[in-house]
């Protein structure tokens, strides 16, 4: 209902409501949740004129008024109420070619029956938030959202020019069941690109694509040769450097091992305390709680494999605390492998086919200290975006995670991947690599259950 009083405020009230060159409110219809502007139209002379018939090549002269038509167009949302805006468009009949078309008018997109600053709304809220409740806000389906930020993703890749990095990031990680390419410039901690394989063809040919690939001088990366082979193949100045994270980690597979193979002679009781504590056992020494270590004192008097375990991934940390150089480093690997007591031997012996099949990758952080920490920190990002909004394709969670932080909005690129649950990147780290810690525990431990759900599975309260 278009109130009198409205219409009477018009003048001013309506042009304040709109704010749109060229478009003028005439009325305001103001529900609990929505506005319907019914607007006024009038170009001037030079943009009336601009375009003629977009059929023919006959000029805006060229042509006859044939009426108008009531059209309606979706507009932003004003104070958390849904925007129509209906205008009475003007229709021309070309002498030319005796078709007839609408009035050209800016700011309106025909397309999507919506105002152009409505689909620029729209792509600024969609890349960091889910789909459904940007479609809910403006009034849309979700199929529109999905839609519009289609158009955003295509015009945002034809206009991205990336710098190839100093320090380049290979990692992998599972969306939507399958293993993607996660690259990024480790120096910079900027995301590269996010590729929809890992497998040594796709990786190739882009990284092959790069520009000055001798500004290439490190690839980091897990212990997967295939990876291997490429950097050397297409960087041949790049240092390859084995993610430290992918090392030390070991060390807490390693005491899982030895964990699950202590619980085989325990009783049901002991069994589930061992279950209940054992996040603990992949913590440091020192960031243990009074609690947890007194925990820890108790196993040990009846678990003593388990205890030795754990002094011996800690011991295997600190070769990564402590060492100065790579000689240093590979010295203290020596004497920790020379040390690993007999009886728990076989839970550490992957890490040290691992050194030995990578040793000089390994040992090269201790020269130069680049990690995948940041491509890690970024698999953490995508899983949780991924989680947030079930079902978004491949491009969609790419598009989420690389354009996010390039729109100069005040949101930084890792809240924007997340919505608002992170603000402080080294936070953010820190809780990834224990929540991923976590997840892959539970996942082992659960999966059983988690198949029958079919869901995946829950993280711990330290979800990012
Ligand atoms: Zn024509």
């Known amino acids: 209902m278009v109130s009198g009083a409205a219409t009477q405020r018009g003048a001013l009230t309506s042009m304040d409501i709109l704010n749109l060159p060229y478009f003028r409110a005439g009325g305001v219809a103001e529900t609990k949740d929505s506005f319907s502007i019914k607007a006024v139209v009038a170009l001037p002379n030079e943009i009336a004129q601009v375009s003629g018939c977009p059929f023919c090549s006959s000029t805006a002269e060229e ?23 209906t205008i009475d468009r003007q229709r021309y009949r070309c002498k030319g070619c005796s078709r007839t078309y609408s009035q050209y008018l800016p700011h309106l997109n025909d397309k999507r ?14 890349i960091r938030r889910p789909f459904s409740q940007v479609a809910e806000e403006v009034g849309v389906s979700e199929g529109t959202v999905r839609g519009i930020f289609g158009d955003y993703i295509v015009k945002m890749d034809s206009e991205r020019s990336v710098e190839t990095p100093e320090w380049l990031g290979i990692d992998e990680l599972k969306l939507a069941n399958h293993l993607r390419c996660v690259l990024s410039n480790v120096k910079d901690r900027k995301a590269v690109d996010l590729l929809p394989t890992r497998d040594h063809r796709t990786v190739g040919s882009y990284l092959s694509r790069m520009a000055d690939r001798d500004r290439v001088q490190v690839v980091t990366m897990d212990m997967w040769k295939p990876y291997k082979d490429l950097a050397a193949n297409i960087f041949p100045n790049a240092q390859v ?23 085989t002679g325990l009783t049901g009781k002991d069994r589930r305390k061992l279950m209940h504590g054992r996040f603990q056992l992949f913590r440091r020494a020192n960031e243990l709680t009074d609690r947890e270590r007194l925990t820890m004192e108790l196993w040990s008097a009846f678990l003593p494999d388990l205890r030795a375990a754990y002094e011996c991934k800690e011991s295997f940390y600190r070769i990564w605390d ?44 201790f020269t130069i200290p680049a ?43 890792f809240e924007a991947a997340v919505g608002d649950q992170v603000t402080n990147p080294q936070e953010l780290h820190k809780s990834y690599v224990w929540t991923q810690e976590v997840t892959r525990f539970m996942e082992s431990t659960s999966k059983a259950q988690n198949r029958k759900q079919g869901r995946q599975p829950k993280n711990s309260n330290h979800q990012l």
């Open 241 to 263: 450097i084995v993610d430290k994270f992918h090392i030390v980690r070991m060390g807490n597979f390693a005491v899982d091992q030895v964990r699950k193979d202590c619980r």
């Open 371 to 413: 990690t995948n920490a940041y491509t890690e920190c970024l698999n953490g990002i995508i899983r949780v975006s991924n989680r947030l909004g079930r079902g978004y394709s491949f491009d969609v969670i790419r598009a989420k995670v690389l354009y996010a932080g390039e729109r100069g909005d005040d949101v930084s690129f």
């Open 322 to 365: 402590d060492s100065r150089d790579s000689v240093d480093a590979y010295t203290l690997y020596a004497e920790w492998e020379a040390n690993i007591p007999d009886q728990i031997e076989y839970a550490f012996r992957p890490i040290k086919t691992a050194v030995s099949n990578w040793h000089k990758e390994i040992f090269a952080y």
């Open 113 to 126: 029956s919506m105002t152009e600053r409505c689909i620029e709304y729209i792509c600024g809220q969609a």
């Open 63 to 85: 042509r006859v008024r044939f009426g108008s038509k009531a059209q309606s167009f979706v507009d932003a949302p004003i104070r958390g109420k849904h925007v129509t805006v």
